[in-house]
């Protein structure tokens, strides 16, 4: 997986409880994505960093918060979980802007809030 | 990494025989494209990529063709093996573009 680890794996959570999940790359690439993916929606991007401390929203943001203090991790936190966010949660790398160069996925983080 | 919809289109083929999967894009503006694999439990698997200054590329049994007319994809797997069972999907972005929009995908059963 292109030198990309996620963390957890899999992670069972109650609504309301806070949960962050992480993203760690050995790549040393500039540009980090979250996305998730439920049946008959695909990939969907919600947050994504373009260098260190430097984040942007993407399609489906509203609940979710990132950080990037260090250009290896990029962590993805749900405040509050709702069961609208049990999902499988994926990261992504790229050394270049998404409309340059190829995103490469880790393995995903399957997460179900009760 | 189940990405397995009730809705998604499934291709059926017959391992050896040659298959093609077609993606219909939205943003006429896009001119890069790619395509990924992804099998159950995995993350997307990087497979080819295309700029729209081409209307083809090749790469290792695998070939896209890109129709910019009519915003249409298409990847072709020649001589399609068991290990090709997965979903496949196809993505577009622009120059300077940030994001990639994904399609929702399409489900290849090969048949032994």
Known sequence: DAGITQSPRHKVTETGTPVTLRCHQTENHRYMYWYRQDPGHGLRLIHYSYGVKDTDKGEVSDGYSVSRSKTEDFLLTLESATSSQTSVYFCAISPGLAGESEQYFGPGTRLTVT | ?112
Request: glycine share 10%.
């Open chain 2, 1 to 112: 990494g189940e990405s397995v919809g009730l809705h998604l289109p499934t291709l059926s083929v017959q391992e050896g025989d040659n298959s093609i999967i077609n993606c219909a894009y939205s943003n006429s503006a896009s001119d890069y494209f790619i395509w990924y694999k992804q099998e159950s439990g995995k993350g997307p698997q990087f497979i080819i990529d295309i700029r729209s200054n081409m209307d083809k590329r090749q790469g290792q049994r695998v070939t896209v063709l890109l129709n910019k007319t009519v915003k249409h994809l298409s990847l072709q797997i020649a001589a399609t093996q068991p290990g090709d069972s997965a979903v496949y999907f196809c993505a577009e972005s622009y120059r300077g573009g940030n994001k990639l929009v994904f399609g929702a995908g399409t489900i290849l059963r090969v048949k032994s």
